[in-house]
């Protein structure tokens, strides 16, 4: 059943609503969105908020109500489909969080997408995300797979390009001695940019040093 109630207390977990008095349900921070992940109830509900939820659970022995407040809007993910999204289609979104492996990318309303940080160049090893995209951006993506059991969909920045690695072996064939600047410094060897955008990797035993 859909009921409404008052949200009258807020812990790590989940939120407690008064169904009347003397009778509280919990909403269990799992319950809260379809696509969103969670992490505090505030980011969703503030103490004395009005809501509907659905009743999930009625547990008389432990006198305990489950609550679901994701339940009181159809599920996007169940009309989500390879017809809508095929991969290879190209998609306009939002940057909605990045994080040390990838950007999310909203398609539209409860739908996100990630962009994992070695779908985001062809030429540059990005360290993280926020080398190549910042939250707010406005991106045109590639849709690389959906994966419905597991809420996934995967995103590919730089396939909205032509893959340079075919031209760029005729570009710089080898043997071919070129000039570049330093970008970053490992234990292992050097990032070089050598112009374009294009960067390179020297390894350690090709550096010319001593140890």
Do not use: C
């Not at 340079?164 to 970008?183: D, I, Y």
Request: hydrophobic letters at 40%; glycine letters at 10%; aromatic letters at 6%.
């Amino acid at each position: 059943d859909r009921i409404k109630g008052k949200v009258v207390s807020i812990t790590d977990y989940g939120a407690f609503v008064e169904l009347e008095k003397g009778i509280e349900g919990l909403i269990h921070v799992s319950e809260m969105s379809w696509t969103r992940h969670v992490r505090h109830p505030s980011k969703v509900v503030n103490i004395g908020d009005m809501i509907e939820a659905v009743v999930l659970k009625v547990d008389k022995a432990n006198e305990k109500i489950s609550l679901g407040l994701k339940q009181v809007e159809p599920d996007p993910w169940l009309t989500l489909d390879d017809l809508k999204y095929p991969p290879g289609m190209r998609v306009k979104g939002k940057v909605r969080n990045l994080t040390n492996f990838g950007a999310f990318v909203e398609l539209e309303e409860g739908i996100d997408g990630l962009v994992h940080v070695s779908d985001m160049s062809w030429t540059k090893r990005v360290a993280h995300p926020s080398e190549v995209l910042k939250k707010g951006d406005a991106v045109e993506v590639v849709v690389l797979s959906i994966d419905k059991e597991h809420r996934r969909i995967s995103l590919g920045l730089k396939q909205g390009s032509e893959d340079p690695w075919p031209m760029l072996a005729e570009r710089f064939p080898s043997g071919m001695e070129l000039s570049g600047t330093v970008n970053r410094l490992f234990d292992r060897g050097a990032i070089v940019d050598v112009g374009d955008g294009i960067e390179g990797f020297i390894p350690l035993s090709q550096l010319g040093i001593d140890d």
